[in-house]
């Protein structure tokens, strides 16, 4: 009763206000799993890394991955979070057949890292998150249905993968800080690329690196928060902000309609566009949490930590403003290539080397060179335009040596693995013609168009143009375009 009037003021006010909170799991970029020796792998032939201790046999032990530990500090640091003095495993009671133990180790009310926040820019403005907490816990193992996949063989039925099992991951939880499904896309975005820059997770969601569930409410008039739906297990942002914006479509129409959003667990379904009910709260999970015998709770020494956050890579904020004070970037070239961490390095080898203008190397790093990459597919540690060579082309354009267009063939040729730069433009006739060879075209070109020569003379600046092209033709594109202008008009005003 007391909700439908709340609901009834709601229509008649200012609209309805929704309001997001997101939950990740990514797994650790570590190479052993959390609690026992085993290599964490991705796409390897079902259950050959495995131990007693990942399959939950009886009596097996675990020991905790004290480089997950790092990580997953390193992350909360990165996040502005407290890091706990001390924390604690607990069992996370569940029955699932992906669960071998029953159970899975995580932390509850000890977690590592709580109380931080992240900065996003949005297109309407910085939205700042808070983080509520940050822990660690492994991942389940995977079931295979036959008829997905083609690894696993025999007739029809459930498999399971047993080789994920196990897999460090930390559990990131943000605060219902976030106002619009383009908000709650941009902070996945931040949060991927703050992980994946500092290195303690790769975050490929295509490898299911990165996964998250998203919480959805739409506030009450007085400004309470109001009952949320949670849409589950989403691996690409884009369905994430899509989901969203349906679901709170969806709870507004069921608002109107004079009912009540029940709290539930959703599945979007991108094909459709449509939310499924997967369960409601009444058959949530009572997981039964206690904390977990067999491990020592963690102490983290805070000179321990402090001598991590002294190691820390630099963050994509702070790098973003360095570029632009130490290179004299636009804010915008500097977070193209502060964003991506192997790009960023790429630059910086390059912005660094004799005789190259910082912000030509960003245009040729973070436009031409990664147009390349993009249609190709490739990151920018797996092509052929090393550093080096692109040092190379740049200083063909700055010594003049070739035009840009040309050093723009340049760069094509080198990626797809014609040869060095400088072969190229031997092989291919590239070198832009010199000063004296230059200005006896231009003389040839004056003489053999006397009126358009003239018009020049009497300051007509639009048929200058057509006395560039002349030039340029004649020299089959190999002059400077800008010098043949500046000598054309030096010959024809002095
Ligand atoms: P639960 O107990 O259902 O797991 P939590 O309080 O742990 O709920 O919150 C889980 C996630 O849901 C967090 O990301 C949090 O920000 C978000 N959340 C909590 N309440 C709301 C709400 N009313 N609207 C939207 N998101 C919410
Ligand atoms: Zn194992
Ligand atoms: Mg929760």
Redesign the pocket.
Known sequence: MEKTEKVETAREGQGYTA?????FHAHIATRTKMFCGCRVTYGDEPNTHTCPVCLGHPGALPVTNERAVELGVMAGLALNCRVADRAVFARKNYFYPDLPKGYQISQYDEPICTGGHMDVPTSDGTVRVGI?RLHLEEDAAKNVHTGESGRMHGSTGSRIDYNRGGTPLMEI?????IPSPEAARATANNLKELLQSIGVSECDMEKGQLRC?A???IRNPDGS????T?LKNMNSFRFVERGLAREIERQIEVLEDGGTVS?STLHYDPETDEVHELRTKEFAHDYRYFPEPDLMPLALDSGWVADLESRMPELPDAMRARFVSEYGLSEYDAGVLASDRALARYYERVAAADGVDPKQAANWVSVELQSYLNDADMGVEETRVTPERMVGIICLVEDGTVSRAAAKEVLGKVFSGEGEPSEIVEREGLAQIGGDELGGVVDEVISSNPEEAERVENGDQKVIGFLVGQVMKRTRGSADGGRARELILEKLSG
């Open positions: 309001v997001i909170g997101l939950e509520t939880v943000t605060e219902p800080d569930d919480n959805v409410s928060y109001g009952t949320k949670e709290q």
